[in-house]
């Protein structure tokens, strides 16, 4: 019988998962299962008889736990994650095709492979940073001091509160000041002025926004894209696309790069899910780590 740990967020996305439901799924299944609530002391502290653990929360919760995970060391073991995703977007379980309710779930993790997955690591914003989602700068992290202000006011379903982030990152996209940055994507130069850049490491981001859609998280490579001052009317018309459900096709300026070194003349700067505070612009170095960390997934 298979060990694992059901590290779980209650308060994520529309909480319809409670942790006794999740548990009897779980353990229904044949795993045997102990629980640790990421919002109380000492849910990382791993057992090392665990064969994987089980993440049960959104976006966060996984970069909460992937954190926890690469302060061990090395020498430690690794444990790969198996995603219940319900969160508001869940865009790395929508990366790794993940999606379901858990009972649809769960009964395929007997016959699961494991998916490595890379990160990106970020000099030059104070400590050492890593990204599973993006790093960049621009209306994405604008988007996330804006919505900080109106959470309590944008509905309950994680429905309304993507609609409302898209409506909100529309009026930020009209109005939004572009930014000369210079970026040096293995070696060579692409520089100009933006109202957006990020690095990717998957398809999408934010309010389930597909960016890069040839990005994979596994192949060892970043995707950069850039909308520049130029594209801005067309990033407008992808929103408005996006929000009226509408299945149109659109693409963005993307290199490929395996480092990248940034330096963009603002201060509206992400990783992830956070907003990072800095006191004027500098030069930030990228790198991607291949196979950091590893998900279970099965063939769809």
């Known amino acids: 019988m298979k060990r694992t740990t059901l590290l779980h967020n209650p308060t994520a996305g529309d909480n319809e998962f409670s942790k006794k439901e999740l548990l009897k799924i779980i353990q229904k299944e044949g795993f045997e299962c102990t629980y640790a609530s990421v919002k109380e002391e000492g849910w990382d502290q791993f057992e090392e008889e665990t064969d994987f653990l089980i993440v049960a929360g959104g976006d966060g919760t996984v970069r909460r736990a992937a954190k926890a995970l690469m302060k061990r060391k090395r020498l430690y073991k690794q444990f790969p994650l198996a995603l219940l995703p319900h969160g508001t977007a869940n865009n790395i379980a929508t990366a790794l095709q993940i999606e379901g309710h858990p009972k649809d779930i769960i009964p395929h993790w007997h016959h699961a492979r494991l998916q490595p997955f890379d ?8 400590e050492d940073l890593f990204f599973l989602e993006a790093f960049g700068y621009g209306i994405f992290p604008r988007l996330m001091k804006e919505m900080s202000k109106i959470e309590d006011d944008i509905g309950d379903t994680a429905e309304e509160k993507l609609k409302a982030a898209r409506a909100v990152l529309l009026e930020i996209v009209q109005t939004y000041e572009a930014r000369s940055c210079k970026i040096v994507a293995d070696g060579v130069e692409h520089s100009g002025n933006y109202i957006m850049v990020e690095i990717m490491n998957i398809r999408s981001i934010g309010p389930n926004l597909v960016l890069a859609g040839e990005a994979d998280p596994g192949d060892g490579m970043l995707d950069v894209v850039m909308v520049s001052e130029s594209s801005r009317n ?10 009226n459900n509408e299945d149109k096709e659109f693409s963005f300026s993307t290199i490929r790069a395996r480092t990248v070194k940034i330096f963009w ?19 930030v170095s990228i790198q991607i780590l291949p196979e950091m960390m590893q998900f279970m997934v099965t063939p769809r």
């Open 119 to 126: 990160i990106g690591r970020v000099h030059g914003v104070g």
């Open 234 to 243: 067309k990033f407008e018309s992808f929103l408005l696309s996006r929000i």
């Open 265 to 283: 003349e603002g201060k509206d700067v992400h990783a992830d899910d956070e907003r990072l505070k800095i006191e004027k612009p500098v030069e």
